[in-house]
C-alpha cells in the first residue's frame, strides 16, 4: 500500500475506507453516496474600501460645529459636511464617520440659521451698539495687554537694571578685597623682609663674634700645636707631605693655613704643615757590669728552665708584671706556666728573679716561684 494513490480504498474488510497516501485515515465510505473530504481553500483577501468621503464628512463636520455660530459661513460649512456624509453613506464608506459628520454638520447648520435669524431681528441701531461695544471690549483688552506687556518690560528692565548694579556691586566689592589683599601682601612682604634683613645682621653679628685667630703654634710640636688649637674652638688636621702623621708630638709645626693670626669661623679646620723630628734614641740603662733589661731577662729564662725540666713559658711580655734597675741589679717579675711530669700546664704562677754581673756573663742572684 505504500505506493497506492490517496483515495478510498478496500481496507480488506470490504467496506471503503480513506487511504491518505501514507496510512489508513478513521473516514469510512457508506455503500450508497461517496463522500469526498472537505479541502479548506485558501483564504480570500480582505476588499479594502476608501474612505476619503467619510473622513472629509467627519473633518468638516467638526469645523462646522466650532464656526457654526458664525452668520452664513457656519451654515455653508454645515451643509458641505451634510453633503460629505451623505455620499460617504452611498458609496458604503465607514458608517460611522459619515453619520458623526452629518450630526456635527446637522447642528451646526441649525444653529447657524438661528444666529443668521437672530441677528437680522436685531435693529440696526443696537447691531451698530453691539458692534461697538465689543470693538470698545476688544480696544480694552489689547490696551489691558499693552500695558501688561509694558508692565512686564517695565519689570524685567528693574530686574536687568538691579542685575547690573548687583553685578558691579560685586565687582567694586571684588577689586576693593583685591585691594586690600594685594596691601596685606605688601605689608607682609615688606614686615618679611625686614625681619630677614634683621635676622642677616643678627647672624652676621653672631657670626663676627663667634670668630677666633688661629693661635701661633709655630714653635710647638704637633701634640701641642694641636692642644692650643682645639682649645679656641678650632680643628687641627695634619700635613705631613708624603707621609703620614700617626704621632703628632714626633712633628715639627712648620706653618698654618690660614695662617697664624687669621680670624676664622668657630670650629673652623686649621692644616698644620709638620716636618718629622730628628729621632735622638733614649739611653738603655745598663748595670755597671753591661747588663741590660734584655739580658736579664734572657738569663731569667735560661735558670727558670733548669728549674722545671718537664717545661716552662716565661710570659715577658704580656705577663711582665715588674722590671727595674736597683742596687745595679735587675729585678724581674713576670708570670710562668710550667709543665709537670705529665705534660699538664700549671698556670697562674709568678717568678721573681734578680741578674748580675757582666754582659758577657749575666749572673742570676736570685729566683723564686710560686
Not at 205 to 223: F, Y
Request: proline share 4%.
Amino acid at each position: 500500500m505504500s505506493n497506492t494513490p490517496a483515495g478510498w480504498h478496500d481496507d480488506g474488510s470490504g467496506r471503503q475506507r480513506w487511504w491518505d497516501g501514507t496510512a489508513w485515515t478513521d473516514a469510512y465510505q457508506d455503500e450508497q453516496a461517496q463522500v469526498e473530504p472537505v479541502v479548506p481553500s485558501a483564504p480570500q483577501r480582505p476588499v479594502v474600501t476608501a474612505n476619503g468621503l467619510g473622513i472629509a464628512s467627519l473633518v468638516t463636520g467638526g469645523v462646522a460645529f466650532l464656526i457654526g455660530w458664525l452668520p452664513f459661513i457656519g451654515a455653508l460649512v454645515a451643509l458641505a459636511a451634510i453633503i460629505l456624509g451623505v455620499l460617504a453613506l452611498r458609496k458604503n464608506q465607514r458608517k460611522w464617520m459619515s453619520v458623526v459628520g452629518v450630526s456635527l454638520g446637522g447642528i451646526a447648520l441649525v444653529t447657524s440659521i438661528a444666529v443668521t435669524i437672530g441677528v437680522g431681528l436685531i435693529p440696526a441701531d443696537e447691531l451698530a451698539t453691539a458692534q461697538q461695544s465689543r470693538q470698545a471690549e476688544q480696544w480694552a483688552e489689547k490696551l489691558g495687554a499693552e500695558e501688561a506687556e509694558a508692565k512686564k518690560e517695565a519689570e524685567k528692565r528693574q530686574a536687568e537694571e538691579a542685575k547690573a548694579a548687583e553685578k558691579k556691586a560685586e565687582e567694586a566689592k571684588a577689586e576693593k578685597e583685591a585691594a586690600e589683599k594685594a596691601e596685606k601682601e605688601e605689608a607682609a612682604a615688606a614686615a618679611e623682609k625686614k625681619a630677614e634683613d634683621e635676622r642677616a645682621a643678627k647672624e652676621k653679628a653672631e657670626k663676627e663674634a663667634s670668630m677666633v685667630l688661629v693661635p701661633d703654634v709655630s714653635k710647638l710640636d704637633g701634640a701641642q700645636a694641636e692642644e692650643l688649637i682645639e682649645s679656641v674652638g678650632l680643628k687641627a688636621e695634619f700635613d705631613g707631605g708624603s707621609k703620614s702623621v700617626f704621632a703628632p708630638g714626633n712633628w715639627q709645626v712648620m706653618s698654618t693655613s690660614p695662617a697664624i693670626g687669621k680670624k676664622v669661623d668657630l670650629g673652623s679646620k686649621v692644616i698644620v704643615k709638620v716636618e718629622k723630628k730628628k729621632y735622638t734614641p733614649p739611653p738603655v740603662e745598663t748595670t755597671s757590669g753591661g747588663v741590660d733589661a734584655i739580658d736579664a731577662w734572657l738569663a731569667c729564662t735560661y735558670y727558670a728552665e733548669t728549674q722545671f725540666p718537664y717545661g716552662v713559658k716565661v710570659h715577658s711580655l704580656a705577663g711582665r708584671l715588674a722590671e727595674r734597675l736597683e742596687n745595679d741589679e735587675w729585678f724581674l717579675k713576670a708570670e710562668i706556666t710550667p709543665k709537670n711530669e705529665y705534660g699538664t700546664k700549671v698556670s697562674g704562677m709568678v717568678m721573681e728573679c734578680t741578674v748580675a754581673g757582666t754582659q758577657a756573663s749575666p749572673q742570676v742572684t736570685s729566683f723564686l716561684a710560686y
